[in-house]
C-alpha cells in the first residue's frame, strides 16, 4: 500500500516563501495497491494527482466531511468532467439534507460554474456511516469522530498493513488530556494497532485552549490518541496556515523534547510518499 | 468493485455517546448516560452523590445492579416500578420523557427530584442510548 500526500494544510490553501517544504494545499491522499487507488479528501491537493493515475476510468473519491478546505478541489477533479469516466463520491451521511444536496450547494452556481448534477462522467455518491466494505481491493471502516458537522474518519486495511486517516479531529473538548479508557476515546477503531496514523495536529497546546470548539488537536492531542491506540507511527497533519516552515519545525522540535514516545512521529509533507 | 461487509463489534462507544458523556463531564447537574440495554455507562460526579457510588470504583453498571441502589416511590409513598421511571420510558419508547418522584438517598433521607431523559440517536437514526439528567425538587423529606 501506498500513501501518497498531495496535500497537508488546513483551513485554507497558502502559498509563500516561508512554507514550500510542509507545503500549502489543503487535504487529499492518494491511497493505491497496485492496479488499485482510493482518494481520501478532495482538498486543492487533488490537482496533484499524477497524470497517470488520472487515467483510469474508475475513481473512488471518499470524503471525511464537507468543510471547504476538504472539498475546495473536487470542482477541479478533470474525471468529473470525462464522459467515459466513473466517479464515486463518498461521505458521511447527515440527518437532514442528502449528500449529494450537501455538495451540490457549492458545486453549483453563483459558487461554481456547473452545478454537479450536469458533469458528464457517470457519477455516484454513496452516504457512509459506521460502516465497513470493501473498494478496490482495500477492507475500510468508517466511524463517526469528533468535529464540528457530520464527520468520520477512515481505517484502510490492506492485508496485513492498515492506515488511519482523521485529518480533522478534536478527540477530547476543551481538555489536554484524552480519557484513559479506550471505550470512550474518539476514533479508537480507527486507531487501534494501526500502522499509520494520520491525525489532525493543526494547534501548538497554547493555540488550542484559545480554539476549544473549533474541531481540531494539539500536537499533544494527537501523540496521546496514537499512544493509547497502539499506533505505530504517527504522521501529524492539517498544519495551520499560519505556521510557516520554521514555525512548524520549531513547535514539532519543542513538542519531542519534551516527550518519550516510543513509535515514530513525524510531520505531514506535500509530496511526502509512504509505504506500508 | 464494492462489496458491504458484515457490522463490525466496536471498541469504543459510539460518537454520540462519548460526546454525552464529555458534555456530562462538565455539568453540575446529575447525568446519567445509559445504552440500549439500560447498562449505566457513565454517570458524573454530581450523580455520585445519588448512587451513593464514584464512577471510577464501579464503572459501566447493568440495570439490574444500579437500579437498586435507590428506591424510587411516588408522593404516597407507593414504590415505583421500573417502567414507571422516565429513563425506562425513553429506553421503551425512544422518546424524550419527564417525571418527578422521591427518591431515598444513603443517609435515609428522601429527597424529590426531577427526571427528564432523551434518546441519543444520531445522525445515521442510530439508537444509541439516552441520557437523564436529575435535579431536586424540594429540601429533604424527613
Known amino acids: 500500500m501506498k500513501i501518497n500526500l498531495l496535500g497537508t494544510r488546513g483551513s485554507h490553501p497558502i502559498s509563500n516563501q516561508e512554507s514550500v517544504y510542509y507545503g500549502g494545499s489543503t487535504p487529499c491522499i492518494q491511497v493505491s495497491s497496485g492496479q488499485h487507488q482510493i482518494i481520501l479528501d478532495a482538498g486543492t491537493g487533488i490537482v496533484n494527482l499524477r497524470s497517470s493515475r488520472s487515467e483510469k476510468k474508475e475513481h473512488h473519491i471518499l470524503l471525511t466531511h464537507l468543510h471547504m478546505d476538504h472539498i475546495q478541489g473536487l470542482g477541479f477533479f478533470e474525471p468529473l468532467f470525462d464522459s467515459e469516466s466513473e466517479v464515486h463520491i463518498w461521505g458521511p451521511v447527515s440527518s437532514q439534507d442528502s449528500l449529494f444536496d450537501r455538495l451540490q450547494r457549492f458545486l453549483s452556481p453563483p459558487l461554481f460554474p456547473l452545478s454537479l448534477r450536469d458533469v458528464p462522467c457517470d457519477l455516484h455518491v454513496h452516504e457512509l456511516a459506521d460502516e465497513k466494505f470493501t473498494l478496490q481491493g482495500f477492507t475500510i471502516f468508517t466511524r463517526f469522530i469528533s468535529h464540528p458537522g457530520p464527520t468520520i474518519g477512515f481505517r484502510i486495511q490492506n492485508g496485513e498493513k492498515s492506515m488511519a486517516y482523521i485529518p480533522d479531529h478534536e478527540p477530547m473538548i476543551g481538555s489536554l488530556d484524552i480519557y484513559a479508557d479506550a471505550n470512550w476515546l474518539s476514533g479508537y477503531d480507527l486507531c487501534n494497532n494501526c500502522d499509520l496514523l494520520i491525525h489532525d495536529a493543526q494547534y501548538s497546546t497554547e493555540k488550542y485552549l484559545k480554539r476549544v470548539g473549533w474541531g481540531h488537536s494539539s500536537i499533544k492531542h494527537a501523540a496521546e490518541l496514537a499512544k493509547a491506540c497502539g499506533a505505530k507511527h504517527l504522521v501529524l497533519f492539517h498544519h495551520d496556515p499560519s505556521h510557516t516552515d520554521e514555525m512548524l519545525n520549531s513547535l514539532f522540535e519543542k513538542f519531542i523534547d519534551g516527550n518519550d514516545y516510543t513509535f515514530p512521529i513525524e510531520l505531514a509533507r506535500e509530496g511526502m510518499e509512504i509505504d506500508l | ?142
Open chain 2, 1 to 142: 468493485m464494492i462489496v458491504t461487509l458484515n457490522t463490525r463489534r466496536y471498541m469504543a462507544h459510539d460518537i454520540e455517546i462519548i460526546l454525552s458523556r464529555q458534555l456530562a463531564d462538565s455539568l453540575s447537574v446529575p447525568v446519567f448516560i445509559v445504552d440500549t440495554d439500560g447498562t449505566l455507562l457513565f454517570y458524573n460526579e454530581p450523580a455520585e452523590y445519588i448512587l451513593g457510588k464514584r464512577f471510577v470504583d464501579t464503572g459501566a453498571m447493568p440495570v439490574a445492579e444500579w437500579s437498586t441502589l435507590f428506591q424510587p416511590f411516588d408522593d404516597d409513598g407507593n414504590r415505583l416500578l421500573p417502567k414507571e421511571l422516565p429513563l425506562v420510558k425513553t429506553l421503551y419508547r425512544k422518546e424524550p420523557a419527564h417525571g418527578s418522584f422521591w427518591i431515598k438517598s444513603l443517609n435515609g433521607s428522601s429527597h424529590k427530584i426531577s427526571v427528564t431523559s432523551f434518546p441519543i440517536i444520531g445522525r445515521a437514526k442510530k439508537f444509541s442510548g439516552a441520557v437523564a439528567i436529575f435535579w431536586t425538587d424540594q429540601k429533604a423529606k424527613e
